[in-house]
């Protein structure tokens, strides 16, 4: 039963967070905002239209989007949802965990190069420029949580804070700060990037799609929501303590909890502007910085 809510929750709560986060910027600004669940009604109209396809382009680009969508729903079933077991779990499938990401990225880049667009080969090479230093980032995170946990096994890893002491509460706190940093770089949002922005020469995510439409437009939107949901329950362990609850009460709580990340990005993206360009790789260097100085803390 807590696996098949595992994978609803996975296939269907996605979506929900870029409405919430809409929204929280929407409140900000004194406006109305776009619809709540926007998202959900973009994507199914987008599986209903057509699709176009350039002469120049091969099965890469069909490919890229759909095997990349499998792979972020695969690291999503070895994350463990609140306080229940991952329907797959095995000793270091924290390795598999990163890798998958860096398989998307390395298929969503492919599929923006097979365009021979310049301007998509730019936002390719932002991509995985940014990209050396969000995974040591995320691994040097990794590391903290298996130190403290003594296990290789994600779901053990992401309830070691729950059992955390005064000794190991500034490490959790430096690699928050840095997986927060993560999770705003790899989604592409403010001050990072805009996911709203049309500019060719500021953009990175949405540079790389700009030739996909139809079907596979919808399937890159919920991709990034999966993305976004996915880093976002990593971060949720991290900062989030264990509530003595009734166990029905527990997925409530979770879903609560991500709606709360989601209002977090949403204030985070109302009060920052985004940062020039040159300037992103310093605040992916802090963030890498944090969660290695979070290690470091723990092994003197």
Known sequence: MDTMIHVLLLLLMPPLLPGVINKTKA????????????????????????????????????????????AVAMAGLLAP???????????G???LFAYLF???????????????????????AREVT???????????????????????TLTDMLRAPV????????????????????????NCRIPVDDPNTHLELTMIHEVMVLDH???????????????????????LHVVTPTFSAPH?????????????????????ESVMARLQMRHVPYLLVFALISCGFGFLLLIR
């Open 27 to 70: 409140w900000f600004g004194g406006r109305v905002g776009p619809p709540l669940l926007q998202l959900y009604y973009d994507i199914f109209k987008l599986m209903r239209k057509g699709m176009v396809l350039s002469s120049t382009t091969t099965w890469i680009f069909v490919a890229g989007p759909v095997i990349t969508l499998v």
């Open 81 to 91: 949802l609140g306080q229940f077991e991952a329907p797959f779990a095995f000793t």
């Open 93 to 95: 499938d924290l390795i």
């Open 102 to 124: 860096g398989l998307a990225r390395f298929l969503t880049t492919s599929a923006a190069l097979d365009t021979g667009s310049s301007f998509e080969g730019m936002g390719a």
């Open 130 to 152: 940014f990209a050396c230093f969000s995974e040591p980032a995320m691994f040097f995170a990794f590391l903290v949580l298996a130190k403290i946990s003594g296990s290789l």
């Open 163 to 186: 059992g955390s002491t005064v000794t190991t509460t500034a490490p959790l706190i430096l690699i928050a700060i840095g997986l927060f940093v993560v999770l705003l770089a790899e």
């Open 213 to 235: 439409s139809g079907p596979l437009l919808g399937v890159i939107l919920y991709t990034a929501s999966l993305k976004l949901f996915v880093i976002g329950n990593v971060l």
């Open 248 to 268: 029905w009460f527990d997925w409530p709580l979770f879903a609560a909890g991500m709606l709360g990340l989601a209002v977090a990005i949403g204030v985070v």
